[in-house]
């Protein structure tokens, strides 16, 4: 990943003027040190850095980032909160895991501050992030600074040179790659790769897995969910769906870089950029990285599909793949199944309850400039920033994106496919439950780690994910669990 370019931070800095939260003036928070803790590098953090010197200016208060390895940091703000250690004042992290932290009483309720301010605009936030991202239990506990889901990007030349259409199922995508494989797409002489995946332990490669499955086991809109069964919690984890889901993504790795196993989602970024790279799994910033200097073998030329899915789906009560119809899966489209899966669900700040009234207001204040239209507008058009889009204002025009260099036909294609997630009534969510960083962070992304590198077969996998994850609903208690599941997928 590369640091960020001195014409996009002058660029925020420039709009950060304008932008401040209607509680907030000149001066008001002189001598208020805000600690946040987050993921490092210039993604994520490095629109923290450089919005929180504007801020500081404009408001007094200092705004200093402390980042930790991506693994670490829910444990770290858990432990730091649950202690009453207290030397983190914002959290920024999956939307999703928020839920355990607010059950235990840590986060501060944001209602209040919401309801003061008249620059956040509520209304223009996508219904899915809103509603799903910053609320826990019908009230606002965190403030959403980016939208998340993954989707499958191609390379829209190379597939044209070879004839072939984007695929529309796992299995399209595993005979794409294989034909484009080895294939020179950058014209440096050298084989070029089929497939990039992320797949490193301890990283994200969990995110990955869930959006291959999502598609052979949720069929019925989001609010079934394909984790578990949602009266019981038993996990639907130990069947054919997610058996087929974990078969086709080690078999992507034949058509992938070698040391692939050992890639994080900074390494698989830069052989994209390279144009390296056929077919990806992705979140949104590949639309706006292709834009950079260092991606200019690829510029317009990366495009992407909302959703792969599947012919066949998962049947509940005997655990097998059935074909698909409109009876068991009502929103499939000429036959295939789609669920396109909100991974991560975003990153969030949320605010810890137990700091001081004065430290809270400025954590509001500046984390609701960073969401708001005339910061966020900006951010979600730089690559580099790892910000994808989350206002409906965002997602309704290409005007933004053309501006900030993408070309007319690749911003239609690139929000097409962010509203075509986003509108699917299938559209699959992301674990918001107590315990959801253990259940997919430890338990799926350790055994998953394991099958790819050969140390235990897929049966041995999906029957050690399948124990783990009725220990934690043990541990969090299964009545407990299955009012969260509830709750989270709306029932």
């Known amino acids: 990943m590369k640091i960020m370019k001195f014409a996009a931070a002058a660029l ?11 509680s907030s003036s000149a001066g008001e928070f002189d001598g208020v040190t805000i600690n946040i803790l987050t993921r490092p590098g210039p993604v994520i953090a490095g629109p923290l850095k450089e919005r929180g010197v504007t801020f500081e200016k404009e408001t007094g208060a200092k705004i200093v980032v402390n980042e930790v390895p991506f693994a670490e940091i829910f444990p770290k703000i858990q432990n730091d909160w649950t202690t009453g250690t207290n030397s983190i ?48 239990g019908g009230k606002y506990k965190l403030v959403q600074l980016d939208g998340d889901f993954q989707m499958v990007y191609y390379r829209k030349d190379v597939l044209e040179k070879a004839g072939l259409q984007p695929p529309k199922t796992w299995q399209d995508y595993i005979d794409v790659a294989s034909k484009i ?7 440096d002489g050298t084989p070029d790769y089929g497939s990039c995946i992320f797949k490193k332990r301890n990283a994200q490669s969990y995110f990955a897995i869930q959006t291959v499955a999502a598609s052979f086991v949720q069929t019925q ?49 830069a052989l994209f950029k390279a144009g390296r790279c056929g077919l990806l799994i992705e979140w949104g910033d590949p639309g ?66 137990k ?39 965002q997602l309704k025009s290409t005007d933004l994106w053309e501006k900030a260099g993408m070309p007319k036909d690749l911003a239609e294609n690139y929000l097409g496919a962010i509203n075509g997630a986003l509108n699917n009534p299938n559209m699959a969510s992301d674990m ?9 962070g430890v338990v799926l992304d350790t055994e998953l780690a394991r099958y790819l590198a050969g140390e235990i077969t897929v049966d041995e996998a999906l029957k050690n994910i399948e124990e783990g994850w009725e220990k934690i609903t043990e541990d969090f208690g299964r009545d407990e669990q299955i009012k969260a599941q509830a709750l989270a997928l709306g029932l």
Do not use: C
Not at 94 to 118: H, N, Q, S
Not at 432 to 440: D, F, R, S, V
């Open 12 to 22: 925020m800095g420039a709009v950060a003027l304008t932008g401040l939260a209607a």
């Open 89 to 136: 004042d914002v959290g920024v992290f999956a939307a999703g895991w928020g839920v355990e932290l607010d059950a235990a009483g840590l986060l501060e309720d944001l209602d209040p501050y919401i309801a003061k301010d008249t620059k956040i605009d509520t209304n223009d936030l996508a219904p899915y992030f809103r509603d799903f991202g910053m609320k826990i």
């Open 181 to 187: 494989h080895g294939q020179d797409m950058n014209g």
């Open 221 to 269: 809109g989001t609010s079934q969910g394909f984790h578990f069964d949602n009266k019981t919690m038993k996990p639907l984890i130990n069947n054919e769906a997610w058996k087929k889901a974990f078969e086709l993504y080690k078999e992507t790795g034949k058509y992938g870089p070698p040391e692939e196993l050992n890639m994080d989602i900074g390494d698989t970024r």
């Open 288 to 353: 706006t990285l292709q834009l950079d200097p260092d991606a200019a073998k690829v510029k317009g030329q990366i495009f992407a599909v909302s959703a792969v899915g599947s012919k066949e789906v998962l049947d509940r009560a005997s655990g097998k793949l059935v074909p698909v119809t409109k009876e068991n899966a009502p929103y499939s489209v000429d036959g295939v199944n789609y669920a396109p899966f909100a991974a991560f669900g975003g990153w969030a700040g949320a605010i810890n309850a």
């Open 355 to 393: 700091a001081d009234a004065k430290k809270k207001e400025a954590a509001y204040a500046f984390l609701s400039y960073m969401n708001q239209a005339a910061q966020s507008n900006v951010d979600v058009t730089i690559g580099s920033t790892g910000y994808n889009p989350y206002r409906l204002s």
């Open 432 to 440: 918001k439950i107590p315990g959801a960083q253990q259940y997919t």
